[in-house]
């Protein structure tokens, strides 16, 4: 189990990206105007560079919704090796099976 206080920062972080997506994307689409001049684009970077750091979809975090733990994490099913192997184990999770040969 992960500590409270990541998994909190990490949903703090999911907010802030949330919030904030509008003005980076208005931002980047600027950036990607080839007519602007030097100065314009300096200041359109500027005030992107302004914005939260936490406020970046790469600071993303994917965590376990079971666990909460950050590592070995599958996108299909949103869990974290450790659970997925358990609830495997107990045929929670229906068309998965332990492989043998």
Known sequence: MAKK???QKTKKK???I???AKKRAEFKKQLDNPELDFEE???IQEKLENLPL???RVRH???CWLTGRPRGYHRDLGLCRNS???MAHKGL???LTKASW
């Open 41 to 43: 684009r300096v200041l």
């Open 18 to 20: 949330e919030k904030y």
């Open 93 to 95: 999770i229906p068309g």
């Open 54 to 56: 936490n406020s970046s």
């Open 14 to 16: 999911e907010r802030l």
């Open 84 to 86: 997925l192997r358990e």
């Open 61 to 63: 975090r994917n965590r």
């Open 5 to 7: 206080s990541c998994i």
